[in-house]
C-alpha cells in the first residue's frame, strides 16, 4: 500500500501551467485568491499632486497670518511714533502746573506758533477760545501722550 501511495504522489500532474504558480503568492503585488482582497494601483501622480496642493494652502494660511502679525506691529509703531510726535510737541509747551497720569489735557496753539498745555477743554472757552485747539491727550504711565481727540485744522 505504501508502494502504491509514493507512485500516486509522484505521478501527480499539477494541471496549472507552471507561469502560472508562483512559488511565493504572497509576495504578488496583487490579490492570488478569488477571496483575496482587492489591490488598486495606486495614482502616485495624483498623490503627489494632492500633497502638493495641501502644502501651498498650508504655506499661504501661515504666511497670510503673518502679513496680519507684521501688518498690527506696523500699526503699533506707527501710533507709538505719533505718541512720540505729539510728547514732544507737549514738552515744549508752556505749562503751569505738573500733569498727572492718566489725567486728560487740551493742547493749544497761540498765534505765535507756540504751544500752551492746558486743563480747560476747547468747549469751556465757549465761542472765541484765545488759542487753536490741536488735541486732547491723556498722560500715560511711560510719560508719553495719548492723543483721545484731534484739532479741527
Given at each position: ?5 509514493k507512485?500516486n504522489?509522484?505521478?501527480?500532474i499539477?494541471?496549472?501551467d ?5 512559488e ?6 496583487y ?8 489591490i488598486?494601483p495606486?495614482d502616485k501622480g495624483?498623490?503627489k ?17 503673518i ?14 511714533n ?5 510728547s514732544?510737541q507737549?514738552?515744549?509747551?508752556e505749562?503751569n502746573?505738573e ?14 506758533g507756540?504751544?500752551v498745555?492746558?486743563?480747560v477743554s ?5 465761542k472765541?477760545?484765545?488759542f487753536?485747539?490741536?488735541?486732547t491727550?491723556e498722560?500715560?504711565?511711560?510719560h508719553t ?6 484739532g479741527?485744522?
Amino acid at each position: 500500500m505504501e508502494k502504491r501511495k509514493k507512485n500516486n504522489q509522484e505521478a501527480f500532474i499539477n494541471p496549472i501551467d507552471d507561469d502560472k504558480v508562483a512559488e511565493n503568492p504572497h509576495a504578488l503585488p496583487y490579490a492570488h485568491t478569488v477571496g483575496g482582497v482587492q489591490i488598486k494601483p495606486v495614482d502616485k501622480g495624483k498623490i503627489k499632486g494632492r500633497a502638493v496642493k495641501a502644502m501651498y494652502k498650508q504655506a499661504d494660511m501661515q504666511l497670510n497670518q503673518i502679513k496680519r502679525q507684521i501688518e498690527l506691529l506696523a500699526q503699533q509703531a506707527k501710533a507709538i511714533n505719533e505718541r512720540i510726535a505729539i510728547s514732544e510737541q507737549i514738552y515744549t509747551a508752556e505749562m503751569n502746573f505738573e500733569p498727572l497720569i492718566g489725567c486728560t489735557y487740551h493742547l493749544y496753539e497761540r498765534s505765535n506758533g507756540k504751544y500752551v498745555l492746558s486743563m480747560v477743554s476747547p468747549q469751556e472757552w465757549g465761542k472765541n477760545p484765545p488759542f487753536r485747539f490741536v488735541a486732547t491727550v491723556e498722560l500715560l504711565a511711560d510719560h508719553t501722550w495719548e492723543v483721545l481727540e484731534r484739532g479741527g485744522g
